[in-house]
């Protein structure tokens, strides 16, 4: 189990850093995730994502055509666990 508030804050470092790389080619964002301890799990033409398994993290970056920063999210596993859970009737 994460601590939640190291969670928070890594979560806000990474928000800022995003949009401080906003117009920026995602390479160079990249490096810095990685220096973070982001790991990234696979890349195409419209996104990239990333995972801090410390910190129990996933990012989403998509894309735009000249491969810049169009929108992101960033969320704890246990969400993204929710939303992968079908729903049973």
Known sequence: MVNKGWQL??????ER????HRRAPVK???KDL?????VELGADQIAVAFEHVIMELYLEIELDDDRTIHSYFIV?????E????????
Request: proline share 3%.
């Open 34 to 38: 990685h220096a973070l301890g982001f």
């Open 76 to 80: 704890p596993f246990e969400e993204k």
């Open 9 to 14: 804050r890594m979560k806000r470092l990474v």
């Open 17 to 20: 850093l995003v949009t401080s």
């Open 82 to 89: 929710k939303k992968r859970r079908r729903y049973r009737w």
């Open 28 to 30: 160079k964002l990249e």
